[in-house]
């Protein structure tokens, strides 16, 4: 019912040219996968030609970050009507880095969640408990709080467009993954947040897991009928990896005892820069 979206999030790597040289290898591999979302995520300074390199091929660009306001005095900052104009579909907003490195409040992420939405941009949404709080069995509360505070009052009928990115922050960057079940586990209290909050339109709504996705982890991962795609970090920065995570995520035929009905297509980037 969902279409699995697999988005590569390079944090602060890769020049321009390097992306470029990234897209020439990713682009064959990821024409041959099909039924799955892709979508790379690279730092400002590559956006705009990466999005060249990328139109007519069926992967997305994403931003990492956005500022809420649309205009104004705000040095260093991106507004999402400059990004609307490059074509981008997503934007990644209130990643645990921001949270924590950047001190971003969930209001400030809600108000971000509110301009992209405005803009036309799909905000993926990023929460997460961190090891502290798992273990002090608050896990649950931490991520039904952070949705809720994050999250801004939409129009009705946007909600669709929303993903959210269930990444506990000791999974981030640790090589330590959520188990499958414990992951699942997550994503059922976001399922269940965002029923409460929406009703039955939460069900379109994807929930991508991140948090140290690989190559060897993510099928397991992505054969939970809750996990809609991955949100992916280090093992994004090779083509070839992030190509086998891609795959990892084709819905499997139904005769094949897979868990996903054949795609039903063109579910994300609003056609933007989707083929
Ligand atoms: P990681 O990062 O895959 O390197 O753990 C994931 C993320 O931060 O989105």
């Known amino acids: 019912m969902r279409r699995p979206l ?53 992967v997305a660009w994403a931003a990492q970050n956005v500022h809420a306001e649309p205009a104004g005095a705000f040095t260093g900052e ?3 009507p400059m990004l609307a104009e490059l074509g981008c579909a997503f934007a990644i907003v209130g990643h645990s880095e921001r949270r924590r490195l950047f001190g971003e409040s969930s209001g400030f992420v809600a108000r971000k969640v509110a301009a992209l939405v405005a803009a036309g941009i799909r905000p993926i ?12 069995g608050r896990a649950r509360e931490v991520v039904e709080r952070q ?33 499958p079940a414990l992951a699942a586990e997550a994503h059922g209290w976001v399922r269940a947040a965002l029923r409460s909050r929406y009703g039955g ?18 099928s397991a991962l992505l054969a939970e009928p809750e996990i809609d795609g991955a949100l992916v970090g280090g093992a994004s920065l090779d083509p070839e990896s992030f190509a086998a ?3 990892a995520a084709v819905p499997q035929a139904a005769s094949a005892g897979g868990r996903r ?4 297509g063109g579910a994300s980037g609003q056609g933007r820069n989707q083929p």
């Open 6 to 58: 697999v988005v590569a999030n390079w944090k602060m790597h890769k020049t321009v040219r390097e992306a470029l040289t990234y897209a020439e290898a990713f682009l064959p591999r990821a024409r041959e996968i099909e039924g799955v979302d892709l979508a790379l995520a690279p730092p400002f300074t590559a956006l705009e030609p990466l999005s060249r390199a990328l139109l007519g091929s069926p």
């Open 147 to 179: 949705l809720e505070e994050s999250l801004p009052e939409l129009p009705s009928g946007r909600e669709d467009g929303l993903v959210v990115a269930y990444e506990p922050v000791w999974a981030i960057g640790t090589g330590r993954t959520a188990t």
């Open 201 to 218: 339109a939460a069900d379109r709504i994807r929930i991508q897991y991140g948090g140290s996705v690989k190559p060897e982890n993510a």
């Open 261 to 264: 009905p054949p795609p039903a």
């Open 78 to 80: 991106v507004s999402a």
């Open 125 to 136: 949404l990023c929460v997460g408990e961190q090891l502290e709080e798992r273990e002090a």
């Open 245 to 247: 995570i891609a795959a």
